[in-house]
């Protein structure tokens, strides 16, 4: 055999090897078809097949059929691939080490006993939402919490987005560094069925810091984090740390009774969220994590959804809807999850 008869047998047997591991590789991910029964959303079968309502996303990104996750139907043939059954792994963290003293020995001629360690490692915490979608959700506040805000841009641009800059008008001395809260209200809320009024709903649109302020002129900032468009005439609150609310081990299910007073649909990092506010809040007992159910409005008693609260302040709280047979609106009652 020559050489150019070599060379081509030796890519034939590498080209052969390659297509051979492609196919192993191919037949490691072994999926689970699921039909889709009545009333099913990917959060729900997500949470029966997987253990984990929020592993949704993933199972339908391997559904590239399903345009809108919201839209499946009795008798759809799901895939779930079962890799997903394993936990995401997360990066070990050091055990803490917490010596126990041995007591105190007689003086005898006996060896003293070494000192015990007890190993104890830190519990991971669950998180309902994320600190943004946390942030991005807003609340029902009784004034409007400004101290400024956006005056306009070096550009003239209305419109602007994360690392864009604008000047702001604040009622206070600024610093560089100093950090603030950008949001605008989105309406004055009234309650569904007795008219009152309960607020202002206040829906946070982003981040923003001081870069710098030359003499006699505005200060001037970067905004550092935006979940939507923000527009000149946004207001500014002082920047605090907040905490995501963490996913209690047995929710509480409330005997409460009220109604959805406002909502709001977020779409976040292409994973849709629905918000709404309920006239409820901690001076009813309301508490982070608790579930509460939703009915339909009319003469009958029909349950609709599922909600968690995941921000409760004093007469009002934001909540996430899990669940849904349908959409919810405005008027929904709200009331204790029905027992099975």
Not at 86 to 114: D, F, W, Y
Not at 204 to 226: R, Y
Not at 229 to 238: F, K, R, V
């Amino acid at each position: 055999m020559g050489k150019n008869g070599q060379i081509t047998s030796v890519i034939g047997i590498f080209f052969l090897t390659f297509l051979m591991c492609s196919y192993i590789s191919a037949q490691e991910i072994e999926y689970k078809d699921y039909t889709v029964i009545k009333g099913d959303t990917l959060w729900d079968i997500s949470g029966k097949e997987l253990s984990d309502y929020f592993l949704w996303p993933k199972v339908w990104k391997e559904n590239p059929e399903i345009k809108n996750p919201d839209r499946i139907y009795p008798g759809q043939r799901i895939r779930i691939p079962l890799y997903l059954l394993q936990k995401e792994i997360q990066p070990a963290t050091e055990p803490v080490v917490i010596k126990k003293p041995a007591p105190m020995p007689l003086i005898t001629k006996h060896e003293i006993k070494k000192e015990e360690e007890v190993k104890i490692t830190p519990k991971k915490k669950n998180y309902i939402v994320n600190k943004h979608i946390f942030l991005a959700s807003g609340y029902i506040s009784d004034t409007i919490p400004n101290v400024g805000y956006i005056k306009d841009t070096p550009t003239g641009r209305t419109i602007i987005g994360k690392d864009d800059y604008a000047f702001i008008k604040i009622n206070k001395p600024v610093k560089k560094g100093d950090k603030f809260y950008i949001f605008h209200v989105m309406e004055k809320v009234k309650h569904p069925k007795t008219g009152k009024k309960l607020g202002y709903l206040i829906d946070v649109v982003g981040t923003a810091e001081v870069v710098g302020q030359e003499e006699n002129d505005d200060p001037k900032i970067i905004v550092t984090q935006a979940y939507t468009d923000i527009s000149t005439g946004y207001y500014l609150d002082d920047y605090y740390e907040v905490d995501p609310p963490i996913e209690p081990e047995n929710p509480r299910t409330p005997d409460i009774k009220g109604y959805i007073v406002a909502s709001k649909h977020l779409h976040l990092i292409n994973v849709p969220y629905d918000i709404a506010y309920i006239d409820k809040g901690t001076r009813d007992g309301l508490q982070t994590g608790d579930l509460l159910a939703t009915l339909e409005q009319g003469k009958h008693i029909i349950y609709n959804g599922v909600l968690q609260v995941i921000n409760p302040r004093e007469k009002t709280s934001t909540v996430i809807i899990k669940k849904s047979t349908d959409a919810l609106t405005k008027g929904d009652p709200v009331t204790k999850i029905k027992q099975e």
